[in-house]
């Protein structure tokens, strides 16, 4: 994993960090950013219950196109190209590893555990072939969670991509069942102001869901953002799998999953 995403990609910061918005772990000077905020007035408890990010990506890199927001665009594809499988292999990776070495410590957060899984969908690609499904996967892979699947569907406020609606996604009938009455996981790759993810939960949350635990591959900061780029300068360390996303150290679990695999 160091060798392979270290030197671009860099761990987030855990909640309750100062300086660090505790909903999507961007810059914020009072423990939550202006956006989230909004959402959380607008919203309340129809959001997520928890967010999970594992690492940031930096766009708007005044050197040209960062390797980390390459990645992340690489993998499924962009403004025409074709998708790079190295750049699948890698984000599939990282989520697969946090799952293995920390999902103790992500259950003790949530205080639950999860029962289904889907991840947020696009207009053009909202079924199972959608590239974010199989970071969904990479959830389930050579793990001992067994979660019930099911698919989002988007809504009639579907287009509107940096705004948080209410009706951007449905769960359709067949899988309210799944659904309601479960502690339920959305998985998403990129994060930039969070609408698809809290647009995902909204409708999850709506079809009776018990909790909802967002995890998402990467944070977006933007260098061309002043207070971005401020968090982006205290970011030294390459991606260390070890450290654990909730507390933002080498937690007990991932010190015995070191010591287990030397």
């Not at 999902?103 to 590239?131: M, Q």
């Not at 793990?143 to 009639?156: A, D, I, N, V, Y």
């Not at 930039?192 to 018990?210: E, P, R, Y």
């Not at 450290?243 to 080498?250: K, T």
């Amino acid at each position: 994993m160091r060798e392979r995403v270290g030197a671009f990609f860099r761990n987030t910061y855990a909640p309750d960090s100062h300086g660090v918005c505790n909903v999507c772990r961007g810059p914020a000077s009072g423990g939550i950013c202006r956006i989230c905020a909004r959402h959380r007035n607008d919203y309340g408890n129809g959001l997520a219950d928890r967010t999970v990010l594992l690492t940031y990506a930096q766009g708007s890199h005044p050197d040209g196109p960062h390797q980390s927001a390459h990645e992340v665009r690489a993998y499924k594809g962009y403004k025409g190209t074709p998708p790079v499988e190295r750049c699948k292999e890698n984000l599939q990776l990282v989520v697969n590893t946090a799952i293995q070495v920390h999902y103790p410590c992500i259950s003790r957060w949530l205080n639950a555990s999860w029962d289904g899984i889907t991840f947020v969908p696009s207009r053009d690609r909202p079924g199972k072939n959608h590239p974010v499904a199989a970071l969904a996967n990479a959830v389930l892979s050579n793990s001992r969670l067994e979660l019930q699947k099911f698919l989002l569907e988007p809504g009639p406020g579907s287009d509107n991509k940096h705004q948080l609606v209410a009706d951007r996604f449905t769960v359709p009938d067949r899988w309210r069942d799944v659904v309601d009455g479960k502690n339920i996981l959305i998985v998403d790759d990129t994060w930039t102001t969070g609408s698809s993810a809290q647009g995902a939960a909204i409708a999850v949350k709506g079809a009776g869901a018990s909790s909802v635990t967002v995890l998402c591959v990467d944070r977006w900061l933007r260098h061309d953002w002043e207070d971005h780029r401020t968090l982006i300068d205290t970011l030294d360390n390459p991606y260390d799998p070890l450290i654990c996303p909730v507390v933002g150290r080498v937690c007990s679990r991932s010190a015995d999953f070191r010591l287990t695999r030397v």
